[in-house]
C-alpha cells in the first residue's frame, strides 16, 4: 500500500511516514541518532515517524528540515504534512529579494512598465517606463513604496480611467493574500493602511466576490499617446515576488493617437 491508495489523513500520514522513514535511512541514522540530530525528544520524534504531527511550531519544523537536509520539494512537502492544520504553502515561501537577472529582465521589457515587487506588493524593482507612465518609485518614500497604495494615489486617478476598478481588483488581492497569511507583518500593515483610507475602507467593506484572473485589460491615459486599452500581467516568481507588466507597448508604436 501507498500514499496514493488513500485518501484525506491516512494519506498524509503515510506519505509523511514514507517520507521521514526514506530520508532516515539516506542518513543511515537510527530513530534515536535522528531524534538526537534534530533536537527532539524521542517521542515528538517518533510521532514524526509515526506519520502523526507531534504539534511543533513551523520554525522548529524548517530546523527539522535543515539538518535532515531536506530541500526543495521534499522540504516543501515534510513541512506541508508535518505542519499543524491551516498551514499552506504561502506560509513557506523563503522571501528574497529580486537577482540581477531578474533585473535585467524586466529592464530589456521597456518601453512596457514592469516592476518587481514582494508578496505584499512592496516594489522592490522597476524599469525606466515606470517612471515615464507612471512614477518613479525610486523618489517616493520607501514605506510608500507599494503600488497597491499608489492606487489611491491622484497620479493613478489620472493614468487610470477605469480607476474605480482597478482599485477594487486591488483591494480584492489583497484581502485574499490576507485571507493565506493572517499573520503575515507586511499585509497586515498594507491592510491597515488601505482601511485607513476612506476609498479603501469602502472596498474593504465591500468585499468583492472573486479574485480578478492574472491577466486584465485596462484604460489608461498615456501622457504622449493618448487613451487606449492595455493588457496588465500579474506573474509569480520564486521567493514569493510577483512581476507586474503593463503591455503598452502598442500605443508607442503607433496604434493609438493623442487626442
Same mark, same amino acid.
Given at each position: 500500500?501507498?500514499?496514493?491508495? *488513500?485518501?484525506?489523513?491516512?494519506?498524509?500520514?503515510?506519505?509523511?511516514?514514507?517520507?521521514?522513514?526514506?530520508?532516515?535511512?539516506?542518513?543511515?541514522?537510527?530513530?534515536?541518532?535522528?531524534?538526537?540530530?534534530?533536537?527532539?525528544? /524521542?517521542? %515528538?520524534?517518533?510521532?514524526?515517524?509515526?506519520? =502523526?504531527?507531534? !504539534? @511543533? !511550531?513551523?520554525?522548529?519544523?524548517?530546523? =527539522?528540515?535543515?539538518?535532515?537536509?531536506?530541500? !526543495?520539494?521534499?522540504r516543501e512537502t515534510f513541512?506541508? @504534512?508535518?505542519?499543524?492544520?491551516?498551514? #499552506? /504553502?504561502?506560509?513557506?515561501?523563503?522571501?528574497?529579494?529580486?537577482? =540581477?537577472?531578474?533585473?535585467? +529582465?524586466?529592464?530589456?521589457?521597456?518601453?512596457?512598465?514592469?516592476?518587481?515587487?514582494?508578496?505584499?506588493?512592496?516594489?522592490?524593482?522597476?524599469?525606466?517606463?515606470?517612471a515615464r507612465l507612471f512614477?518613479?518609485?525610486?523618489?517616493? %518614500?520607501?514605506?510608500?513604496?507599494?503600488?497597491?497604495?499608489?492606487?489611491?494615489? &491622484?497620479?493613478?486617478?489620472?493614468?487610470?480611467?477605469?480607476?474605480?476598478?482597478?482599485?477594487?481588483?486591488?483591494?480584492?488581492?489583497? &484581502?485574499?493574500?490576507?485571507?493565506?497569511? %493572517?499573520?503575515?507583518?507586511?499585509?497586515? #500593515?498594507?491592510?491597515?493602511?488601505?482601511?485607513?483610507?476612506?476609498?479603501?475602507?469602502?472596498?474593504?467593506?465591500?468585499?468583492?466576490? &472573486?479574485?480578478?484572473?492574472?491577466?486584465?485589460?485596462?484604460?489608461? &491615459?498615456?501622457?504622449?499617446?493618448?487613451?487606449?486599452?492595455?493588457?496588465?500581467?500579474?506573474?509569480?516568481?520564486?521567493?514569493?515576488?510577483? *512581476?507586474?507588466?503593463? +503591455?503598452?507597448? +502598442?500605443?508607442?508604436?503607433?496604434?493609438? +493617437?493623442?487626442?
Open positions: 500500500m501507498t500514499a496514493d491508495d *488513500l485518501d484525506g489523513d491516512d494519506g498524509r500520514r503515510w506519505a509523511l511516514m514514507e517520507l521521514m522513514a526514506e530520508r532516515r535511512l539516506a542518513l543511515g541514522l537510527s530513530v534515536a541518532q535522528a531524534a538526537r540530530a534534530v533536537g527532539l525528544a /524521542p517521542r %515528538p520524534y517518533a510521532d514524526l515517524e509515526r506519520g =502523526v504531527p507531534p !504539534g @511543533l !511550531g513551523l520554525d522548529r519544523l524548517k530546523t =527539522v528540515a535543515d539538518v535532515l537536509g531536506l530541500t !526543495g520539494a521534499p513541512l506541508l @504534512l508535518a505542519a499543524e492544520p491551516g498551514v #499552506t /504553502p504561502y506560509d513557506l515561501v523563503e522571501r528574497r529579494a529580486p537577482t =540581477v537577472e531578474e533585473v535585467a +529582465h524586466i529592464d530589456l521589457m521597456d518601453p512596457n512598465s514592469a516592476l518587481i515587487t514582494d508578496h505584499a506588493w512592496n516594489v522592490l524593482a522597476a524599469n525606466a517606463a515606470v512614477t518613479d518609485p525610486a523618489r517616493t %518614500p520607501r514605506s510608500d513604496r507599494n503600488l497597491v497604495l499608489w492606487l489611491f494615489t &491622484r497620479d493613478a486617478a489620472e493614468r487610470f480611467t477605469d480607476i474605480d476598478e482597478v482599485r477594487a481588483d486591488a483591494v480584492a488581492r489583497v &484581502r485574499a493574500a490576507l485571507g493565506h497569511l %493572517p499573520a503575515d507583518p507586511a499585509l497586515r #500593515t498594507l491592510a491597515g493602511r488601505l482601511t485607513a483610507d476612506p476609498a479603501g475602507a469602502r472596498l474593504w467593506r465591500r468585499r468583492a466576490p &472573486r479574485l480578478p484572473a492574472e491577466a486584465y485589460p485596462r484604460r489608461l &491615459r498615456h501622457p504622449l499617446y493618448g487613451e487606449a486599452s492595455i493588457l496588465v500581467t500579474t506573474s509569480r516568481l520564486p521567493g514569493g515576488l510577483q *512581476l507586474v507588466v503593463h +503591455h503598452a507597448a +502598442h500605443l508607442i508604436g503607433g496604434t493609438a +493617437h493623442a487626442h
